[in-house]
């Protein structure tokens, strides 16, 4: 199964076939694919990219920051992850307001989400920037993190200025990749993380060999995405797409009303999505220790390589999926969702399983003989990833559609369930019991409420 799926031509070869005439629904079908596949050879070299970067990095960074630093740095990032929903949920809505109006051919439309989103956005980062100002120096931030030794006592504060302030700055700018998903053209915004990864690749080398001091080294990896997103951004609105320019004079209330609307559900989501998912090293920080909290955040970087075909494959779907739906297009879209998450499913099972086998070996070479990791954890988290390869399609029909209660039900039963289990439970019977928690409810609560309630929406739309 797994190669008759690898030799799926359409997919294969689709990325290298001129454009397609979308005047027909055969070629508005065939440009879909063509596109999908082109984001997803583009996001395959950045993926592996993104990975093979921190890992090929990890032993430079590991021994110059040392465990409780590291240590540290997770904790500050995942503590922090909170800032996925700053944006008010006004990335996804855009994605979905977007693709539907290119599904009408509605340039103008198009233009007018654009403007207001970025519009809005804008306005948030400066208060956000605001209200982050007036309350740092206020907290007592090694307390918050629990950091334990002198130094990491004496540098917490700073390693939290360096990450927030670039998450912050760039909540307008990063949506640049949001727009070019939900126009299919997610392949530009690869393009340019592929670059801005082998210049972190470079300069991160530099300054642990140079030392040029650690916080330095934390605020250059913070700060470099935000510079080719900037670049990216100038570059596709100011050149490629001049018909799509941002404009304040575009700017108009019930636009931004509708866009915030979407967003606030999408916003709520994104919440529940994070405390649920993206808190485990902040739970093993506060149950167990910083040098944990590494040990479980190096773990979780490693097997997200199993679910790296989800990244891949999941972002271009959300914007061919509110294009099809809008031209009425809603058979193609339940036939390649049930498609790509077989090709998913496949994909990322065996790379579990070589990942397990081979987990023990790749630790030694990487990190020495010295570096201790729990094989239940990492077991636990690569089911997660399966699971996540599973339904994630079936996530990009619920968003294309602006389904968003009903995720936001399921992830408000799941969501607060696992995090006290998680929470409490850890701290009785140690850290492998945090990714079993997450894995078991997820697959109880989130994927098997997702797959039926996205193939019921399909078949609503069909008529069925």
């Given at each position: 199964m797994m190669l008759r799926l690898l030799r799926d031509k359409s997919i294969l070869t689709a990325a290298f076939h001129k454009p397609y005439n979308t005047s027909t629904l055969e070629g508005?079908?065939?440009e879909r694919k063509r596109r999908i596949a082109l984001t997803a050879l583009t996001s395959a070299v950045l993926r592996i990219l993104t990975m093979a970067v921190p890992l090929i990095t990890l032993r430079i960074t590991y021994d110059y920051l040392n465990?409780?630093?590291?240590?540290?740095?997770?904790?500050?990032?995942?503590?922090?992850?909170?800032?996925?929903?700053?944006?008010?949920?006004?990335?996804?809505?855009?994605?979905?307001?977007?693709?539907?109006?290119?599904?009408?051919?509605?340039?103008?439309?198009?233009?007018?989400?654009i403007s207001n989103t970025y519009i809005v956005l804008f306005l948030v980062a400066l208060?956000?920037?605001?209200?982050?100002?007036?309350?740092?120096w206020?907290?007592?931030?090694?307390?918050?993190?629990?950091?334990?030794?002198?130094?990491?006592?004496?540098?917490?504060?700073?390693?939290?200025?360096?990450?927030?302030?670039p998450k912050l700055i760039s909540?307008?700018?990063?949506?640049?990749?949001?727009?070019?998903?939900?126009?299919?053209?997610?392949?530009r915004s690869d393009i340019w993380g592929i670059i801005g990864c082998i210049v972190n690749l470079v300069f991160i080398v530099i300054i642990a060999k140079l030392d040029l001091g650690k916080v330095t080294l934390?605020?250059?990896?913070?700060?470099?995405?935000?510079?080719?997103?900037?670049?990216?951004?100038?570059?596709?609105?100011?050149?490629?797409?001049?018909?799509?320019?941002?404009?304040?004079?575009?700017?108009?209330p019930e636009t931004a009303k509708s866009l915030l609307s979407l967003g606030i559900f999408f916003c709520i989501l994104s919440v529940l999505t994070t405390l649920g998912l993206s808190m485990d090293t902040f739970i093993v920080a506060r149950t167990g220790s910083l040098a944990e909290a590494g040990s479980y955040s190096i773990i979780y970087k490693v097997a997200a390589i199993f679910s790296a075909v989800v990244a891949i494959l999941s972002a271009p779907l959300w914007g061919a999926n509110g294009e099809a739906i809008a031209r009425g297009d809603v058979q193609?879209?339940?036939?390649?969702?049930?498609?790509?998450?077989?090709?998913?499913?496949?994909?990322?099972?065996?790379?579990v399983l070589v990942g397990l086998l081979s987990a023990k070996f790749l630790f030694r070479i990487w990190l020495g003989p010295d570096f201790e990791f729990s094989l239940p954890v990492l077991f636990w988290i690569s089911v997660m990833q399966i699971l996540l390869s599973f339904i994630s399609p079936y996530f990009m029909v619920l968003n294309a559609l602006g389904e968003i209660r009903v995720q936001i039900i399921l992830f408000s039963i799941y969501t607060p369930l696992s995090f006290v289990?998680?929470?409490?439970?850890?701290?009785?019977?140690?850290?492998?019991?945090?990714?079993?928690?997450?894995?078991?409810?997820?697959?109880?609560?989130?994927?098997?409420?997702?797959?039926?309630f996205s193939n019921k929406q399909l078949a609503k739309r069909e008529g069925k």
């Open positions: 508005r079908s065939f465990a409780e630093v590291y240590g540290l740095w997770s904790a500050v990032t995942t503590f922090f992850a909170l800032f996925a929903f700053s944006d008010l949920g006004l990335g996804n809505g855009l994605q979905t307001k977007l693709s539907q109006a290119n599904g009408k051919d509605d340039i103008v439309l198009c233009r007018k989400i208060i956000l920037l605001t209200a982050f100002f007036s309350a740092f206020l907290v007592d931030w090694a307390s918050v993190m629990n950091a334990q030794t002198q130094e990491t006592i004496n540098i917490a504060a700073s390693i939290v200025f360096v990450i927030v302030i909540i307008p700018v990063a949506i640049i990749q949001r727009t070019q998903l939900a126009l299919q053209e997610g392949y934390l605020a250059f990896t913070s700060i470099l995405p935000i510079l080719f997103s900037a670049a990216n951004m100038f570059v596709y609105f100011g050149f490629q797409r001049k018909d799509l320019r941002i404009s304040f004079r575009l700017f108009e193609w879209v339940r036939d390649n969702t049930r498609r790509m998450s077989l090709i998913m499913v496949s994909i990322s099972t065996l790379l289990l998680k929470y409490y439970l850890s701290a009785i019977y140690g850290v492998s019991v945090v990714p079993m928690i997450g894995a078991i409810f997820y697959l109880l609560i989130i994927v098997t409420g997702c797959y039926y």
